[in-house]
């Protein structure tokens, strides 16, 4: 009674000195979601205000982010309560609920790519997709062909003229330098995986089951010679305007003298597919393949013979710098980067270069024995500029990304992490994102921030990196150990955790310039940390892992999660609400399996959550979602997002019941973050940043 008399006569007070005003900022007091807030909703936020109700209860009259209810902010409940709530945004028409913001200027695979001049460039790739570059390929446009055929080869004999060939015989011509393309009839609707022009006039395209198309005319006609062959044919070329060569599957090369008039059969002596050739003259050529096969000539292919290739990785574009000097890309190799091979010998001898990216690369293109490019998945734009460092010339990574996160109130500063070192910051809320070099290669897994100035990462061989100017400079924080980290929390600029494999625990009081090991009685994996405060957190790890300490790490005990599933991640709005989510990819012989617990006790018990994404949506039942989750966000009691495999996002809106939300992608999603009740992002492979303005509804 005490209570209720205290919050009357505080509500009293407040009505009757409260006059209409707007707020930009969300709609603080309206605890349901519905869009109103109630005279309950009040009581509720004056009793958090007094310390007898939790915050949790209502976390959207904390609009500052300062854990704490204030005069003020109950103030605003009223004008809410008396003027209304603004309406939750809802996409425009055509708008996702979800949509990419990275990777720029292109998410789509690129699979070739040509320089007529150096200032010149073009990629083209997936569902139509063209770059064009006018500044050496420093920084790339995206342009766009009127259809959604995947686009394998291109060709441009100038700034302005060029052909592009696909999947199902298209062929496309630009005479504009890329501005706008016209159809040309093919004759065939086989995939044309190359072409190659000699001048404005004759040009050819190849593809697959042997197509050689041909053309005297600059493509307004096309027919077709004869290959003597029906295998795949991927790639041709010519070094002047009578000798040329075309590779394919199972080994074949097709060589002519003649102009391309006719073509006879060259002896390659393997059976790999060949999927690129180049030739620096008539005599000088090196082609290359599946399984690493590299093959050189010096008599215009009367002989080909097996270079010593460092490495067994499908090879997929070659390119000659100057007369020694060649390059070579291809698929990702076991270390998870890339492949570039160098040649300063006229391809004798072979290095690999680091290329610091987890996309295959599918072409490349030589301005000279030092400047080079390289094009593939995921949009990746690849440059060197002396012959030896190659960098990502996409505005932000392209890597594989795994956590994203923003400050505390903050909507506009924001930062993503990922492998081989990938930093991805923004400040304008993800409408454009850059990358940043924390001069590391070690993959980067979590990252934490407390304001916008302050920002840690956590990562492999025990590296934690921290930045004190928003991200543009990062140091390395030594933290007396080599097991990879997979979770980092830092909540307060002195205070945090960071968790890994084998059961480690370090960490700092002192912003990370000392970490110091803490206990967890567990040699299983640890791969997510979550505090709500200095003294009360919890880790999620493998085999169903979950530990729990309520003296700031000082001890952990084990908690019973009821799964021996591996999990993920974990995410927490006070003492007693957690989510953890975790599970198994699909194999070839076992199923997905999805874990998704929840806790109001603090732990004591963890409860399957029910998801609906079954045929009744009335039903619990996840198999039209099964796949694991590996990221999860939760704003407060009722408000959670968890994201995972095959681009799957899941939300719940009253803390029980989860529902799918319509994904973007098919592309693994790592990790989920929001600001307030509608806007937030999640991150994953190939560089995935998406981002919401609607709670992704």
């Not at 494999?501 to 970490?515: Q, V």
């Not at 590996?630 to 989860?658: E, H, K, N, P, S």
């Not at 973050?673 to 609607?694: E, M, P, Q, S, Y």
Request: aromatic share 10%; hydrophobic share 40%.
């Amino acid at each position: 009674m005490q209570t209720i008399a205290r919050v009357m006569v505080v509500l009293a007070a407040i009505l009757a000195s409260t006059t209409v005003q707007t707020y930009a900022q969300g709609c603080v007091g309206d605890c349901s979601g519905d869009g109103e807030v109630t005279i309950d909703e009040i009581i509720l936020g004056v009793n958090i205000a007094l310390g007898s109700a939790a915050l949790s209860g209502c976390p959207v009259f904390d609009r500052n982010g300062d854990q704490q209810v204030t005069v003020d902010e109950i103030i605003q409940a009223v004008n809410n309560a008396l003027g209304g709530c603004s309406p939750i945004p809802t996409p425009t028409p055509g708008e996702d609920a979800w949509s990419f913001q990275n990777p720029a200027p292109s998410g789509e695979d690129l699979f070739a790519v040509s320089f007529p001049d150096r200032d010149h460039g073009f990629a083209v790739g997936s569902f139509s997709e063209v770059l064009r570059t006018t500044d050496g390929g420093q920084s790339w446009e995206s342009l766009f062909i009127a259809d959604f055929a995947n686009l394998y080869g291109v060709h441009f004999i100038n700034a302005s003229r060029g052909w592009a060939v696909g999947e199902a015989g298209k062929i496309y011509l630009t005479l504009d330098g890329g501005e706008n393309w016209n159809p040309q009839a093919s004759g065939t609707q086989e995939d044309l995986n190359g072409v190659w022009f000699t001048d404005v006039a004759h040009g050819w395209a190849v593809g697959n089951t042997g197509t050689i198309l041909r053309t005297d005319t600059g493509g307004n006609t096309w027919g077709a010679q004869s290959a003597g062959t029906t295998r795949d044919l991927f790639a041709v070329t010519f070094a002047d305007s009578q000798h040329g060569w075309i590779v394919g599957d199972a080994g074949t090369v097709l060589h002519t003298q003649d102009g391309g008039a006719s073509w006879l059969p060259q002896t390659s002596n393997t059976g790999n597919a060949l999927y690129a050739v180049a030739f620096r003259d008539a005599n000088r050529g090196i082609a290359v393949g599946d399984n690493g096969t590299i093959l050189r000539t010096e008599n215009g292919g009367q002989q080909w013979i097996a270079s010593v290739s460092p490495v067994v990785t499908p090879l997929y574009g070659v390119a000659w710098g100057d007369a020694q000097t060649v390059w070579i890309v291809g698929d990702l190799t076991d270390e998870f980067q890339a492949l570039i091979l160098k040649s300063e010998d006229g391809g004798l001898t072979w290095t690999q270069q680091q290329s610091a990216n987890t996309n295959p690369l599918y072409g490349v293109r030589a301005l000279d024995g030092r400047t080079a490019r390289a094009v593939g998945g995921a949009g990746t734009l690849l440059g060197a500029d002396d012959g030896a460092r190659w960098s990502l010339r996409n505005p932000a990574p392209t890597n594989d990304l795994y956590a994203v996160a923003f400050p505390p109130g903050e909507s506009s500063v924001g930062f993503a992490v990922g492998d081989w070192g990938a930093i991805a910051i923004t400040e304008d809320g993800g409408a454009t994102w850059s990358g940043r070099d924390a001069g590391i290669t070690d993959g980067l897994f979590a990252v934490t921030t407390v304001d916008p100035q302050l920002v840690w990462a956590a990562g492999g061989n025990g590296v934690i990196v921290a930045s004190r100017d928003r991200g543009n400079t990062w140091s390395v924080q030594n933290t007396q150990t080599t097991e990879t980290f997979f979770g980092i929390r830092f909540v307060t600029a002195l205070q945090g955790w960071a968790v890994g494999t084998n059961g480690t625990i370090r960490a700092t009081a002192d912003g990370g310039a000392s970490w110091f090991p803490q206990a967890s009685g567990t040699t299983e994996d640890l791969n997510s940390v979550v505090f709500v405060n200095t003294s009360v957190g919890w880790i999620a790890g493998s085999t169903g892992t979950i530990l729990h300490t309520a003296d700031g790490g000082r001890t952990w005990s084990r908690q019973n999660s009821g799964t021996t599933e591996d999990l993920f991640a974990i995410t927490c709005v006070d003492t007693n609400t957690c989510w953890a989510v975790g599970g198994a990819v699909e194999t070839s012989t076992t199923p997905p399996v999805q874990v998704l617990l929840k806790t109001t006790n603090g732990g004591q018990s963890w409860v399957p959550q029910p998801v609906f994404c079954g045929q009744n949506p009335q039903v619990p039942d996840n198999s039209g979602c099964p796949d694991p989750l590996f990221g999860v966000y939760a704003r407060d009691a009722r408000t959670a997002w968890a994201v995972g495999d095959l681009g799957t996002i899941l939300a719940t809106r009253d803390g029980t019941r989860w529902d799918p939300q319509v994904s973007p992608t098919t592309d693994t999603l790592n990790g989920v973050f929001f600001a307030d009740a509608n806007v937030g992002w999640a991150v994953g492979f190939r560089g995935t940043i998406l981002k919401t303005v609607t709670g992704g509804r």
